[in-house]
């Protein structure tokens, strides 16, 4: 697979699990940064940029729609892709996640080549970064 250039938010409050995801990422030199909530992933991408969000669901205090919801109403979030990942479908979560704006959803444990698949395929890095 070609170098993917782009920058990534890893965003799951189970941390053994995420950061094993942003070794991955990093061993495939992805750029990528790791938030264990909601809240400090929305302060994080006012300073870092991302490409494209990875962000579990079910979280304490924020959940991913709520973040979601948040990252979109920063000036620059507008329209970034965010993807949802989560082991948890129940009622109203496909909606919930339309209304949140997330461009795709993984079913965890996630299969990395998929996770590499979408990364490249809504993660196109500006160049002027």
Same mark, same amino acid.
């Given at each position: 697979?070609?170098?993917?250039?782009?920058?990534?938010?890893?965003?799951?409050?189970?941390?053994?699990?995420?950061?094993?995801?942003?070794?991955?990422?990093?061993?495939?030199?992805?750029?990528? &940064?790791?938030?264990?909530?909601?809240?400090?992933?929305?302060?994080?991408?006012?300073?870092?940029?991302?490409?494209?969000?990875?962000?579990?669901?079910?979280?304490?205090?924020?959940?991913?729609?709520?973040?979601?919801?948040?990252?979109?109403?920063?000036?620059?979030?507008?329209?970034?892709?965010?993807?949802?990942?989560?082991?948890?479908?129940?009622?109203?979560?496909?909606?919930?996640?339309?209304?949140?704006?997330?461009?795709?959803?993984?079913? &965890?444990?996630?299969?990395?080549?998929?996770?590499?698949?979408?990364?490249?395929?809504?993660?196109?890095?500006?160049?002027?970064?």
């Amino acid at each position: 697979m070609n170098q993917i250039d782009a920058r990534v938010l890893l965003v799951d409050d189970n941390k053994d699990a995420v950061d094993m995801v942003s070794q991955f990422l990093s061993f495939h030199h992805i750029d990528n &940064k790791v938030a264990y909530n909601g809240a400090s992933a929305v302060a994080l991408l006012a300073d870092w940029p991302a490409d494209i969000v990875f962000l579990d669901i079910q979280m304490p205090d924020m959940d991913g729609y709520e973040t979601a919801i948040a990252m979109h109403a920063l000036p620059q979030c507008a329209e970034l892709p965010i993807v949802a990942w989560t082991g948890w479908d129940g009622p109203g979560s496909r909606e919930a996640m339309t209304q949140a704006r997330m461009v795709w959803r993984l079913t &965890k444990p996630v299969a990395m080549e998929e996770l590499l698949a979408l990364v490249s395929r809504f993660g196109s890095r500006d160049p002027s970064r």
